[in-house]
């Protein structure tokens, strides 16, 4: 095993920043803790000292898991329509069984905040897209549109269990369709619009969706993108649909027997929230389908809720006055967690359009225009921000910024330097690690501790986080795979199409029965941060979207030239991702400028342009397992500058000789 960062000894360096009094005196923690240990025995904070009060805190919340869920339930007055018999039925992982008997509705805590008449006129979102014009959609209309269109819904027939669709950007309309959805008690599920059909398919079918929405196209980098055709086909392949909702983003007629959104949502319907089960499904994720299908991953109405409770109002201290921005779409997690922001009261900040458009600061004046107080990024942004030389605390007022939060990779030292020094000096940094999976974080923000370069702040509560060496013994300063040993409310209640469960217990459980393996290789400090040094799997993880190299291999390979071929996502040292194609070509062919536009074109049209290679390169062939499976995650260790007798095992490989190829290309890529 390599490391991709080496663990900081005991002593440490010393912080990059630390939260002043009033910051961890005000912090919701804070009074949680104080709350807790008043009502269910809660280890109470330690005076002066915020990381042992943190530290007492998190091994409460793991050692005494039922009375913490219970505790945050009520801190965060969960509406409980019937009671619960208990917390948690079955500890046991996969299949633990929380709040059995209880019924609740995630809409209705999402729009809690337009019962307060002091708010309902207030902005519960606020949209801007590529001209940067915020444009307010207040309380009261939102509980209004979505009330108006989970009516429509009911009378299209969709009832609790059913499938809805979103092919959209993250514009209000999606967030509007997900809320009317969990109000009926159906099961959400979106693909982003720069998707290409057959992901999006790929994707879809699995889980029969009966209503689909969709854009005519959208917008990115300055252009207009027509999907009328993609949502054509999207409406022939998916038999399963009773009715398509026609959102005209480009100002497109709605195509023949399509529904008009404005329609859907002209009636003044007061939202009737269908009271479901705890455990009941909120909506699908996706994951990137590296062997074959995306896994179509199933979270609860309410574990989703608890948990985002939680790490919304504990994690990134998020409530009424802040407002919340997170760069994403609606293919990512990401998306649904900046939703989430709806259940804490935070104005929620949607931006559609591309992440450094007309330029690199684009993202910082979006922030500035909507008076972000937590500015959600990826460690790839704020590298590309250092490398072009922006300055946005000079150049910008972002005097409202409060935290920084990156996810999507490890964001390296130079990162945490650059927000330091360009952003502002007294910020917090709060680099995150979690996942579709969970649809969460097992690590990072908490706004009581110091921030250390390269280290995320501490693991999450609730969430028994370590690592693990080959043999499950827990270690500490050194690297392990990243174990969760305890269930968490959020964790999958199921996969679609999984009737066994057997794709569920081998996608986490296989390695370590019984516990939580994610796939990404940490190192758990002595004092108590965490280091993410990238996946130990082959997910090619792009500006934090994940895809599946099953994906492009299926489309590459449908053209004449290429006979086979293999992509490799690295994370970089300096916080860059190198993503290489090799191609193995048909007799004949050439790798001119010619084939490589075209393969570029096909992977950029048909799945996303986020995931168009770095680099095209001819192999002489591409190894595999002796059943016939391409070997990704050796070759990857390989382009690391693993050596190769430590890479692979030889006997595993049909083809040792190819091997030594990828090795020759990581020497002359170091040379």
Not at 315 to 336: E, I, K, P, Q, V
Not at 343 to 349: D, E, F, K, N, Q
Request: glycine share 8%.
């Amino acid at each position: 095993m390599t490391e991709a960062n080496t663990a900081p000894t005991p002593a440490g360096p010393q912080p990059l920043w630390r939260p002043g009094a009033d910051r961890i005196a005000g912090a919701q923690v804070t009074r949680f803790q104080e709350w807790a240990a008043d009502r269910y025995g809660a280890p109470r904070a330690v005076p002066g000292d915020p990381a042992a009060s943190y530290a007492a805190l998190h091994r409460w919340s793991v050692d005494e898991l039922e009375r913490f869920w219970q505790a945050a339930a009520d801190f965060f007055d969960v509406r409980f329509s019937t009671p619960y018999e208990t917390v948690l039925a079955d500890p046991a992982m996969p299949g633990a069984r929380w709040f059995p008997g209880a019924t609740l509705n995630y809409a209705e805590h999402a729009l809690r905040a337009a019962e307060d008449r002091a708010r309902a006129g207030a902005p519960a979102l606020l949209h801007v897209d590529e001209t940067h014009e915020p444009r307010p959609v207040t309380w009261a209309e939102l509980r209004r549109q979505v009330g108006s269109l989970a009516a429509e819904l009911r009378r299209l027939g969709v009832r609790p269990g059913d499938r809805v669709s979103g092919y959209l950007p993250n514009v209000p309309q999606a967030v509007i369709a997900l809320l009317a959805t969990a109000s009926v008690g159906a099961v959400w599920t979106s693909c982003a619009p720069d998707f290409g059909a057959r992901s999006v398919l790929d994707r879809f079918q699995q889980v029969e969706p009966v209503i689909l929405f969709a854009v005519d196209g959208y917008r990115y980098g300055g252009k207009e993108h027509d999907r009328a055709d993609v949502v054509a086909e999207l409406r022939r392949e998916l038999p399963t649909l009773r009715a398509v909702v026609h959102i005209p983003l480009l100002g497109a007629d709605a195509p023949e027997g399509a529904l008009d959104w404005s329609e859907l949502v002209s009636t003044d319907a007061e939202p009737v929230f269908e009271q479901v089960l705890f455990d009941h499904p909120l909506w699908v994720l996706y994951s990137s389908g590296t062997t074959g299908l995306p896994k179509a991953i199933v979270q609860s109405q309410g574990g989703i809720l608890l948990e985002h409770l939680k790490q919304l109002a504990l994690h990134t201290d998020l409530g009424s006055a802040d407002r919340f921005f997170w760069y994403t779409s609606t293919g990512w997690m990401m998306w649904n967690f900046l939703v989430s922001g709806l259940l804490v009261g935070a104005t929620v900040v949607l931006y559609d359009g591309s992440p450094g458009y007309p330029d690199t600061a684009a993202q910082w004046r979006v922030a500035e225009r909507t008076g972000t107080t937590f500015f959600g990024t990826s460690a790839a942004y704020v590298m590309a921000c250092r490398k072009a030389d922006v300055h946005p605390g000079r150049d910008l007022d972002l005097s409202r910024v409060k935290c920084v939060a990156t996810t999507g990779s490890p964001l390296p030292p130079d990162g945490f330097r650059w927000i330091h020094d360009e952003v502002a000096e007294d910020m917090w940094i709060a680099s995150v690690s979690g996942g579709t999976d969970v649809c969460s974080c097992f690590a990072g923000a908490v706004p009581t501790l110091p921030v250390y370069i390269g280290e995320l702040q501490a693991p999450c509560l609730g969430t028994d986080l370590q690592a693990w060496d080959p043999h499950g013994k827990p270690v500490t300063d050194e690297v392990g795979e990243l174990i969760v040993t305890n269930p968490m409310p959020s964790m999958p209640i199921r996969f679609w199409n999984d009737p066994d469960g057997s794709r569920y217990r081998e996608s986490y459980f296989e390695m370590f029965p019984g516990a939580w393996r994610h796939g990404d290789w940490i190192t758990v400090t002595s004092r108590g941060t965490v280091v993410i040094h990238g996946r130990s799997d082959s997910t090619l993880n792009r500006q934090g979207v994940r895809m599946g190299s099953a994906d492009i291999y299926e489309a590459v390979e449908r053209l004449p030239e290429i006979r086979e071929s293999l992509v490799i996502g690295l994370e970089q040292p300096d916080g860059g991702y190198w993503m290489p194609l090799f191609v193995h070509l048909a007799e004949g062919a050439e790798l001119d400028d010619a084939l490589r536009d075209r393969i570029k074109r096909t992977i950029r049209e048909q799945l996303s342009p986020r995931h168009v290679p770095d680099d095209i390169i001819e192999a002489p062939g591409v190894p595999h397992t002796l059943t016939g499976k391409r070997i990704e995650v050796p070759v990857k260790r390989l382009l690391q500058g693993t050596p190769l007798d430590k890479a692979v095992n030889p006997g595993s490989v049909d083809d040792i000789e190819l091997l030594r190829f990828y090795e020759r290309v990581a020497r002359d890529r170091t040379a």
